[in-house]
């Protein structure tokens, strides 16, 4: 059974920071693309940062420059650091395992994580 656990999250003030892990186990980890997605309150799920198995990056324009995506494939983990952290970084967020669809927040369908709220004031 594949399972994503993740770790981190809670509330920051503005300009803060935080890290989000995400442990993986049950796939074969070091040949999967692993992706982070989040959902705002009344938002879409929005994919924001991805990973490949080569190590290449992507970020979304909202995120570029403040997060920094990262695996060990070592120890199953794909982590995400977010710096600079702005109030509209406020939402759910979730890793997951890239191309085995579902969406955020959705059990049964996918690779995902359990979903990690983050929080940001002005």
């Known amino acids: 059974e594949v399972q994503l656990v993740q770790s981190g999250g809670g509330s920051v003030q503005a300009g803060g920071f935080m890290r989000l892990s995400c442990i993986t186990s049950?796939?074969?980890?070091?040949?999967?693309?692993m992706a982070w997605y989040r959902q705002a309150p009344g938002g879409y799920c929005d994919m924001i940062s991805t990973?490949?198995?080569?190590?290449?990056?992507w970020y979304a324009d909202s995120v570029k420059g403040r997060f920094t995506i990262s695996r060990d494939n070592d120890k199953n983990t794909v982590d995400l650091q977010m710096n600079s952290l702005k109030p509209e970084d406020t939402a759910m967020y979730y890793c997951?395992?890239?191309?085995?669809?579902?969406?955020?927040?959705?059990?049964?369908?996918?690779?995902w994580g359990q979903g990690t709220q983050v929080n940001v004031s002005s």
């Open positions: 990973i490949g198995k080569d190590g290449k990056t």
């Open positions: 997951m395992v890239m191309y085995s669809g579902g969406y955020c927040g959705v059990r049964g369908l996918g690779h």
């Open positions: 049950g796939l074969t980890f070091g040949d999967s693309d």
